[in-house]
T-cell receptor, first 117, second 115 residues
Framework: GAVVSQHPSRVICKSGTSVKIECRSL??????MFWYRQFPKQSLMLMAT?????????EQGVEKDKFLINHASLTLSTLTVTSAHPEDSSFYICSARNLAGGRETQYFGPGTRLLVL | AQSVTQLDSHVSVSEGTPVLLRCNYS??????LFWYVQHPNKGLQLLLKYTSAATLVKGINGFEAEFKKSETSFHLTKPSAHMSDAAEYFC?????????????FGPGTSLSVIP
């Protein structure tokens, strides 16, 4: 089946640094990818929708200058947390939408756990 | 607009007894519905999905769900709970209207299985 990978799986960084998280669809092309954030014991909250070749669409309350999204190809979207602070520590999950054959299928990455010291 | 409600934030069952996790949705278009499971400190695993085919959907690990349009429900069931079923379960709704439609997660139901 289709696989979505995320790299890194875990990252620890100092406050003030920037962290880039990659999301790749390994065996299909994804014109749309999504970025989610999950705090401990909470549901996933959609942060933004990443569209290949165009600007990302951010959900209300998500700072686009802090969470930079780039969807440069049909198999790669990146999320950069700029000037990270401890409150940005969270579990970040991406998903890729596969519309092949006219049937929508959503594949989730394994997540990236970010800890900002 | 789309939304998902999971009526129970926490469900506790004894091992070997049936599991029922409730989900109600709201969607302006014919929805796609999913159930995902998340074990502690792990990623999401797809249990099953409904995409306008058979209303009774069978998934992995003995789970199944029934799409009831009249009740706007998509409850998840399993005849006999196993200890390994203890996890967080998310009901998810999406629409096929356009490629820009969002996937909306429910708040989740935490399932505990008592030995």
């Amino acid at each position: 089946g289709a696989v979505v990978s995320q790299h890194p799986s875990r990252v620890i960084c100092k406050s003030g640094t920037s962290v880039k998280i990659e999301c790749r669809s390994l065996d299909f092309q994804a014109t749309t990818m999504f970025w989610y954030r999950q705090f401990p014991k909470q549901s996933l909250m959609l942060m933004a929708t990443s569209n290949e070749g165009s600007k990302a669409t951010y959900e209300q309350g998500v700072e686009k200058d802090k969470f930079l999204i780039n969807h440069a190809s049909l198999t790669l979207s990146t999320l950069t947390v700029t000037s990270a602070h401890p409150e940005d520590s969270s579990f970040y999950i991406c998903s890729a939408r596969n519309l092949a054959g006219g049937r929508e299928t959503q594949y989730f990455g394994p997540g990236t756990r970010l800890l900002v010291l | 607009a789309q939304s998902v409600t999971q009526l129970d934030s926490h469900v506790s069952v004894s091992e070997g007894t049936p599991v029922l996790l409730r989900c109600n949705y709201s969607s302006s278009y014919s929805p796609s519905l999913f159930w995902y499971v998340q074990h502690p400190n792990k990623g999401l695993q797809l249990l099953l999905k409904y995409t306008s085919a058979a209303t009774l959907v069978k998934g992995i690990n003995g789970f199944e769900a029934e799409f009831k349009k009249s009740e706007t429900s998509f409850h998840l069931t399993k005849p006999s709970a196993h200890m390994s079923d203890a996890a967080e379960y998310f009901c998810v709704v999406s629409s096929m209207k356009t490629s820009y439609d969002k996937v909306i997660f429910g708040p989740g139901t935490s399932l505990s299985v008592i030995p």
